[in-house]
């Protein structure tokens, strides 16, 4: 059985607008005029990201789009290996590969922390909180009040 892995990272935070600083938000913009989609794109409040390769990748719920590797996500990889000593990594060693784990980003407050990869992507993806397999007191803890 795989390990669901979630590693915190006080005090490294991103700015509320990394994911237009980097292009995330206007590449699934302009995913979505080639698609001929009517409408606006509304950015989740959840956004991931992790390199495949020298390619970064970003993930903003059902999204995933490749990035140009260019200041500032370009250094993302540079600012976690000295917080995890090396131990955790975002970086997969070619583009056949998927990292160990995926940067969870929180644009309201601009927390982040590291999850394993699989877990991480389905958080960031999903739309609803996961209640199946909790007793009825964990699922009434997500439901609110």
């Known amino acids: ?31 979505l005029r080639r698609l001929r989609a009517t409408g606006h794109y509304s950015p989740p409040r959840f956004f991931g990201y992790y390199f495949q ?14 990035l140009d590797n ?17 131990k955790y990594s975002i970086v997969s060693p070619g583009m056949e590969k ?11 407050d601009g927390a982040c922390w590291l999850w394993t990869f699989r877990d991480g992507l389905r958080f960031i993806e999903s739309l609803d909180p996961v209640t199946s397999g909790l007793d009825d007191a964990e699922a009434s803890k997500l439901a609110g009040p």
């Open 98 to 108: 998927t990292p160990d784990f995926v940067l969870v980003h929180d644009r309201r």
């Open 53 to 66: 390769g020298a390619t970064p990748v970003g993930v903003a719920g059902s999204w995933t789009v490749t």
């Open 70 to 86: 260019r200041r500032p996500i370009s250094l993302l990889p540079g600012l976690l290996e000295p917080l995890t000593q090396g």
């Open 1 to 31: 059985m795989r390990e669901n892995v979630l590693i915190p990272l006080p005090g490294f935070r991103l700015p509320e607008d990394y994911p237009w600083r980097v292009g995330l938000v206007e590449a699934v913009d302009l995913q």
